[in-house]
């Protein structure tokens, strides 16, 4: 089990399972594509990363807005989120990563 739930995520997505983005249908994880929108993909996304770079559940939810607020549209593959995250996560103060505050 990962470290976020459906109930945990701070904004809507479509949670339809497409089988093209299944990552246990996908043998090359990191090189499939991320969609933004939908919640299976940026709660399994946002868990491994969590995971992978062993993140609190706060930063895995400032992930979660830095993706949606600040992650630019350009890039689409899991493994460039992963490495623009790591790049800026501690770049980007709470207050500047969430819309509501804007």
Same mark, same amino acid.
């Given at each position: ?11 809507e997505y479509s949670w339809s399972?497409?089988? #093209?983005?299944? %990552? $246990?249908? @996908? ?5 499939? !594509? ?34 949606? #607020?600040?992650? %630019? $549209?350009? @890039? ?5 989120? !992963? ?7 501690d770049s980007y103060e709470l ?8």
């Amino acid at each position: 089990m990962g470290i976020l739930n459906q109930n945990d995520l701070q904004f809507e997505y479509s949670w339809s399972v497409l089988e #093209s983005n299944d %990552p $246990q249908v @996908i043998e090359s994880y990191d090189y499939t !594509s991320l969609n933004r929108n939908e919640g299976y993909d940026v709660i399994t996304f946002l868990n491994h990363f969590a995971r992978t770079y062993s993140l609190t559940k706060e930063s895995a939810l400032k992930a979660e807005r830095l993706i949606k #607020s600040h992650l %630019p $549209q350009d @890039i689409n593959q899991r493994i460039d989120a !992963s490495r623009w995250l790591i790049d800026n996560l501690d770049s980007y103060e709470l207050e500047e990563c969430d819309p509501r505050s804007a």
